[in-house]
């Protein structure tokens, strides 16, 4: 916990300095028109016209004694509070491609075990190694362009249509789940193939094991022979690629939201970058952080009930 602790701290020192250091104008992108007068007020008021060793302890101040992160430069709200309004749809996002790409993972990895260097293994092997190569950019791209525009089998943009609201919750829900699927596949593609060849590879060993042999000599069927002892052998390694994946989706939410206009803490912290609003950044930065450490102390937490060998260690 104090290695995370100090972690947390690095990368957030990291950003500031980063963020800060760009040059231009912090306070520019709000308003061309503001007068030289007002822009000085609101230097001091965010504490720009200080030295930037005076801007950090107060930063980190604020942060350390009450979680300030501050108000944004462009709508005056505090960064927060932006951060936790885009929190929940980022969220049902990650979560949503974390699912998606265990199950296709998985399965593929199966179909690819029963039959080892047959077509079909060739195919989920080459197909893993192109989706990981592939950028999700592009990839949101061309599922926007075939799937969504091309067959409509999926809305281009957003989280909800303007009317779903008016219909009911059944119907919000649903429509969500509409908007939702193919961005989460998107995201979920690129480590689905991770998770392909890495249960492929676990699958084939263990029917070569002491207890694979003893499964097959009872006169297991190879489908339950894989579904129940082979992933049960294969679990805790797929736990830990779990807590692996959290920083990937974290970042490819940035893209995967901006690619399909999804409301989520990626899209808000895009527009801060472009904007240069150093508060929300910096809560960004912070939230993004909370989120992939807790991801890894849950992973572990779970990996050490699957494997009470670990506790040991």
Do not use: C, K
């Amino acid at each position: 916990m104090a290695a995370a602790a100090v972690l947390f701290l690095i990368v957030l020192t990291l950003t500031f300095a980063a963020v800060t250091l760009a040059p231009g104008d912090p306070l520019a992108p709000t308003d061309p028109r503001i007068p030289p007068e007002q822009a000085e007020r609101l230097r001091a008021l965010y504490g720009l016209d200080q030295p930037l060793p005076a801007q950090y302890l107060r930063w980190l101040g604020a942060v350390a004694l009450s979680w300030d992160w501050g108000q944004s430069y462009q709508t005056g709200r505090p960064a927060a509070d932006l951060l936790l309004e885009s929190l929940p749809p980022t969220l049902l996002l990650a979560g949503s491609a974390l699912l998606a790409q265990y199950v296709l993972g998985i399965g593929l990895g199966l179909l690819a075990a029963r039959r080892p260097n047959s077509w079909l293994d060739l195919g989920v092997r080459a197909a893993s190694l192109l989706v990981y190569a592939l950028p999700t950019f592009w990839v949101g791209l061309m599922a926007v362009l075939v799937l969504g525009v091309g067959l409509g089998l999926a809305p281009t943009g957003g989280m909800t249509s303007a009317a779903a609201f008016e219909l009911g919750p059944l119907a919000t829900v649903l429509d969500v789940l509409a908007h939702l699927w193919l961005p989460a596949l998107v995201l979920g593609l690129s480590m689905a193939g991770d998770i392909a060849r890495y249960t492929r590879t676990s699958l084939i060993e263990f029917q070569s094991t002491e207890a694979g042999r003893a499964a097959r000599a009872r006169g297991l069927s190879d489908t339950r022979i894989l579904l129940v002892h082979g992933l049960s052998h294969a679990g805790p390694r797929l736990v830990q690629m779990a807590a692996v994946s959290a920083p990937l989706l974290l970042s490819g939410a940035i893209v995967a939201e901006a690619v399909f206009s999804w409301p989520g803490m990626g899209s808000t912290t895009l527009q801060a970058i472009q904007a240069r609003d150093v508060p929300v950044v910096l809560a960004a930065t912070a939230y993004g952080a909370v989120l992939v450490i807790a991801a890894s102390l849950a992973a572990d937490l779970l990996l050490a009930r699957l494997d009470p060998r670990i506790v040991a260690e």
